[in-house]
Every structure is written in C-alpha cells, then in structure tokens.
C-alpha cells in the first residue's frame, strides 16, 4: 500500500520495520561489557619498567622506595556505648497506673568491638518496673547507632520510678554510659 503526498510516493515496507525491530531488541539484550576496575602500581615505577643493567633516570631517584604498612590490631578490642537521646519516655513523663511502657534509647557504639549475641543490658539500679532483668544487647558494628527498647509494666501505685541498665561483654564486664527511665505513675 502506497500513498501520494505533494507528488511524492511513498510507500513502506514491512520487512523493513520488522528488521529494525529486531536490531533493537537485539541491542538491548546483548550482555554488557563489565568494566575493568583500576588497580594501582604495587611497586615503584622504576623498577617496573627499567632493568638492573639500565641507569635509571633522574626522574626516578626521587620517587620514595616502595613500603607495605600494616595497621596494627594487636590486642582484645574495646567495648563503649554512648547514650544519645531517649526515643520514647522523657524523663518525668506521667503514666497510668498499670499501664505497658515502651521505653527507647539511641546510642552508638563507639568502641572497636562488634556487639554481637553475647551481649547484654542488665538492670543496674531502681525498679525493674516488670522487666526481665537482663536483656539482649542490640547486636551492632562499631561505629553504628541503634536503638535500645525494652517493655516495661508502671507499677500499681503512685510516685515516681527510675529503672538504670549497663551495658555487659562477654567478659561480664560493663561498659559505657548507663541507660535510665525517670516516670511518675499516677491513676
């Protein structure tokens, strides 16, 4: 089928379209090239291009000799946790007697040592106000924040509670900044 616009003729071919269409598709799904990352000289220049037997250039001569640096990691790491801000639960927040109390803390680790099952938070001071004594340590790389909850129950009567936790090793020994809870219970 042909048409005729302004004494021009034009007529399309099938096959044509087809062909392209598959040119396109073919393109699209032909494997990509992966690139090649770049990886630097290990040794210095002049003694990767230039034998023994060649006197090496003046350029060369101020290039420092080539050295390999480990870090050192002798030794245990280190545990801290630093306290950053209550999430839930200000201190001095009113609660109703009896009442579930979600309490949250933002802190970091900002020892050397990943936090990992054998960690944990235990109580310290106060009321336990219902929760079990010793609770898992958020597990944690160093260097990270992470947010400590822990469900506690408002006891049945009036006045005001603090309940104190520490953060404990493997080694059972504690470390960092205490995490606390300040509530006034009332009916």
Do not use: H
């Not at 960690?119 to 990270?144: F, S, V």
């Amino acid at each position: 089928m042909c048409f005729n616009q302004d004494m021009l003729r034009i007529c399309p071919r099938p096959y044509l379209f087809a062909i392209l269409l598959a040119l396109i598709f073919a393109s699209a799904c032909a494997p990509q090239p992966t690139p090649t990352p770049f990886r630097p000289p290990t040794r210095p220049v002049a003694t990767q291009i230039l034998s023994t037997t060649t006197p090496i250039p003046a350029i060369y001569t101020a290039l420092p000799p080539a050295t390999i640096t480990a870090t050192a990691t002798a030794g245990p790491c280190t545990n801290n946790l630093e306290f950053i801000q209550d999430v839930t639960i200000p201190d001095g927040t009113s609660i109703s007697v009896g009442a579930a109390i979600d309490k949250q803390w933002l802190v970091n680790n900002n020892g050397t040592c990943n936090w990992d099952s054998t960690y944990r938070l235990k109580w310290i001071g106060g009321d336990p106000l219902g929760a079990a004594q010793e609770q898992a340590l958020y597990p944690a790389r160093t260097g990270t924040q992470v947010t400590l909850r822990i469900t506690f129950t408002a006891p049945t009567a009036e006045g005001t509670f603090e309940s104190a936790w520490q953060a404990y090793g493997p080694d059972e020994v504690a470390f960092g900044d205490p995490v606390f809870m300040k509530i006034v219970v009332s009916p």
